[in-house]
């Protein structure tokens, strides 16, 4: 039995007693009449029941759960605040004639809470600034033990499946918090359960990666209820986030890197920092390769360097699994990352 069904119930008889009361209303009010008021009542109380009881309380409960913790704490103090205030108010308005006396006191109270709360939520950083600058440094995100030189990076679900995130936090050169917000989890997990196989892998593999990273990263991985009211796509919440919060967002998505920047938000992505760590190879220079295959072109052989850079061969198609000396002829770097063109030694 579900807790609604006996809120329905519940509901049911509340009203039926109501509608049986209700013939006080009627000058003569028959026994036909008490049955059918009744009956109206319980009819009423079934159908309305969880309008009054669970469904306000399931959309306050799906509420704070996005909310972050900044708001609930900012909306506690505004609406103390508030009644604080309107609590000096109640002497005087208590005493003046019926029935103001009664309903003022009652309704300003409510008043003057929502009145701070809603205040303390929408100007929290402004009022938090104003009293003490360091307990914001001009973030909702930074937390009071934070040092004022610490930023955060936020994670974006292609950068969590692709994994090499974690083998660059553990050599050391990410010393910043790094934050995933809710809806890039949710994210992961709709990948990770879906039908088709290779998603559900990359989902997999990248509730894999996050779990490696809160274990094994040298600095914190947060999950964090920050998100952007009225927008659906996840990209765009980040995208708002990150400019919310004043940090980088960490990817390898395209689209997302050239979205990001045209709104003048910073983006740290993974493929230039891997191009940019390739061994440097110039046009002229010698080097010794294996060629592993043939290429598309006629007598092309392909061969690859260590950090996976693809080195296309003039007539190497006939030297296939073999160690050769070639040198550079071309070298040609593109937002996919770099290719190599190079022609046997004579």
């Given at each position: ?88 108010l ?5 005493n003046?004639?019926?029935p ?41 995100f ?28 553990q ?15 949710n994210e ?53 986030l ?23 938000v ?21 080097i ?17 360097l ?33 290719m ?7």
């Amino acid at each position: 039995m579900s807790v609604e069904f006996i809120f329905r119930l519940l509901g049911m008889v509340v009203f039926a007693i109501i509608g049986a009361q209700s013939r006080y209303f009627f000058e003569s009010a028959s026994a036909r009449l008490v049955i059918i008021l009744t009956l109206a009542g319980a009819a009423l109380g079934l159908l309305l029941a969880p309008y009054l009881t669970t469904r306000p309380f399931q959309w306050l409960q799906a509420r704070l759960k996005r909310m972050p913790a900044s708001k609930m704490v900012s909306g506690v103090i505004g609406l103390a605040i508030g009644l604080a205030v309107a609590a000096l108010l109640y002497p005087s308005l208590s005493n003046l004639p019926a029935p103001y006396g009664s309903v003022l006191p009652v309704a300003v109270s409510i008043l003057f809470g929502y009145i701070g709360l809603a205040v303390m939520v929408m100007r929290q950083q402004d009022i938090f600034n104003l009293i003490s600058p360091k307990l914001t440094s001009g973030t909702p995100f930074e937390s009071f033990g934070r040092k004022p030189s610490e930023t955060g990076l936020l994670l974006d679900t292609s950068v969590i499946i692709d994994g090499r995130i974690a083998d660059i936090c553990q050599t050391g050169f990410v010393r910043s918090p790094m934050l995933v917000p809710r809806f890039v989890l949710n994210e992961l997990q709709y990948i990770a359960d879906s039908a088709e196989p290779l998603r559900r892998n990359r989902g997999r593999r990248g509730l894999e990666v996050l779990r490696q990273l809160q274990e094994d990263a040298p600095v914190p991985v947060q999950i964090t209820d920050l998100d952007i009211e009225g927008v659906k796509s996840a990209d765009d919440k980040l995208v708002l986030l990150a400019k919310q919060l004043s940090i980088p967002i960490v990817t390898n998505d395209f689209n997302l890197n050239s979205v990001a920047r045209l709104q003048g938000v910073s983006v740290l992505n993974v493929n230039e920092l891997a191009n940019a760590i390739k061994t440097v190879i110039l046009p002229g220079e010698n080097i010794s390769i294996k060629i592993i295959q043939e290429g598309k072109e006629r007598d092309q052989g392909v061969a690859y360097l260590s950090d996976g850079t693809m080195i296309v061969i003039e007539n190497g198609r006939d030297f296939i699994g073999q160690n050769v000396d070639v040198t550079v002829t071309k070298v040609l770097q593109t937002n996919a990352g770099r290719m190599i063109f190079a022609r046997m030694e004579e």
